[in-house]
């Protein structure tokens, strides 16, 4: 299989596995092409994407590329973020941001998160139908962010209005995502300055104070830091939040009490990662994937999708089995793996477990097949979720 192995088309994005399992058995290292004309490698296999993941000859810096790679064009201040770093500036950054993110104050966003899911069900309760990405699944990450970095509530509208044109801009106007960035830069500055004269009990704060040795980050760091901790956040949350919530309307036997809801959003995780395609690496050297020599330069995407559902891996990949052993790849492996996969599990656990108790009679407003979902390899999402509410 040559280019364009993904064919990016409406059945794709419907349902990715099929095309994934053939890729699997039958060129599990091969080149395709995205739909901006970029050559890149598909790397399909659990054992092949784990191991490459944790493997320092590819590289996430974009300067070890050979240029294909588009990608997103953000200010120079915002690209230089911990996902495009190597170590040892990756390593530097990251055991600083440890220092700041750390279980207790993601532990303590936990009755926010609650309050937050329980006000915006309060707010759809009487309507009989809503959309639960639009209404539920959108809002609530946004506002943990906020929470978590520190915004004030008067500026959250427009903080909110800003990351919705960055990561869904209007399709007649082209410059509005790049506009909408250069505000959120410009606001994150504002915000950093503040909180340096005023700190409070907020990652912000903690992320200024942090220190390692004589060691402390520089505004630019912060900035871009302070930008990625809401752009990682943010689109991948709502997509998990969307697609589980889809998962079990359609097999509602999947257990849901609270005891076992954490070992069943594993299973949604693992299903239907939201980063399905794109992790994103760089070879600084050949690299034998399966017998397949990638030369050095090109752009490997790790298609956590695929792997997540290798059968090597995973018996009866395609069935949602919570509790079943393996390790799925839906936060990432290695140095990069999510720094916030713990707030991410505790928001996914809230999110799923409060609309399904409010609403035990949960149900699809459309039929299944009506069910559309996002044209993007970036991010596995829905585009909507019509729910009558029971
Ligand atoms: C279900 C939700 C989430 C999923 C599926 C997810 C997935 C991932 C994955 C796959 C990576 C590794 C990317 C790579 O290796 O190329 C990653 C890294 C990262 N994520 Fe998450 N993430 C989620 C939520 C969050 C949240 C809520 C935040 C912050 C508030 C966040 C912040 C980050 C950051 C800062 C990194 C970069 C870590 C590094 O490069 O060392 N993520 N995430």
Excluded at 58 to 80: E, H, I, Q, Y
Excluded at 355 to 361: I, S, V
Aim: aromatic share 6%; net charge negative; proline share 9%.
């Amino acid at each position: 299989m040559t280019a364009a192995a993904l064919p990016f088309s409406e059945a794709f994005f419907t349902d990715p596995h099929t095309v994934y399992q053939q890729l699997r058995d039958t060129a599990p290292a091969c080149r395709s092409e995205l739909p901006d004309g970029s050559p890149v490698w598909l790397v399909t296999r659990h054992a092949d994407v784990r191991r490459l993941l944790a493997d320092p000859r590819l590289s996430v810096d974009k300067s070890n590329g050979n240029g294909s790679w588009r990608g997103f064009s953000l200010p120079p201040a915002l690209d230089a973020n911990l996902l495009n770093m190597d170590p040892p500036h990756h390593t530097r950054i990251r055991t600083l941001v440890s220092r700041a993110f750390t279980p207790r104050r993601v532990e303590e966003l936990r009755p926010r998160i609650q309050r937050t899911a329980d006000a915006l069900l309060d707010r759809i309760a009487g309507q009989g139908e809503a959309d639960l990405v639009r209404d539920y699944a959108g809002p609530l990450p946004v506002t943990v962010i906020c929470d978590l970095l520190g915004v004030p509530e008067h500026d959250r509208t427009d903080f909110r209005s800003w990351t919705d044109t960055m990561l869904v801009p209007p399709p007649d106007d082209r410059s509005a995502a790049a506009r909408a960035v250069g505000a959120i830069h410009a606001y994150l500055r504002q915000l950093l300055a503040a909180k340096r004269t005023d700190p409070a009990d907020d990652l912000l704060s903690a992320l200024i104070a942090a220190r390692e040795n004589e060691d402390r980050l520089s505004e630019d760091e912060l900035t871009s830091l302070a930008f990625l901790l809401l752009f990682a956040g943010y689109e991948n949350t709502v997509h998990a939040i969307g697609t589980g919530l889809l998962t079990l309307l359609r097999q509602p036997d999947l257990p849901t009490d609270p005891t076992r809801l954490g070992s069943t959003i594993e299973e949604l995780l693992r299903l239907d990662p939201p980063a399905t395609v794109l992790l994103r690496r760089f070879t600084t050297e050949d690299v034998d994937v399966d017998g397949v020599v990638v030369p050095r330069g090109e752009t490997v995407l790790l298609v956590v999708g695929a792997a997540n559902r290798d059968p090597e891996a995973f018996p009866a990949p395609d069935e949602a089995a919570p509790g079943r052993a393996g390790n799925h790849l839906t936060f990432g492996h290695g140095i990069h793996y999510c720094v916030a996969a713990p707030l991410a599990r505790i928001e996914l656990e809230i999110a799923i477990g409060t609309a399904l108790r409010r609403f035990p009679g949960l149900r699809l407003a459309v039929p299944d097949s009506d069910l559309r979902w996002r044209p993007s390899f970036r991010a596995r999402g829905l585009v909507s979720l019509p729910v009558l509410l029971g």
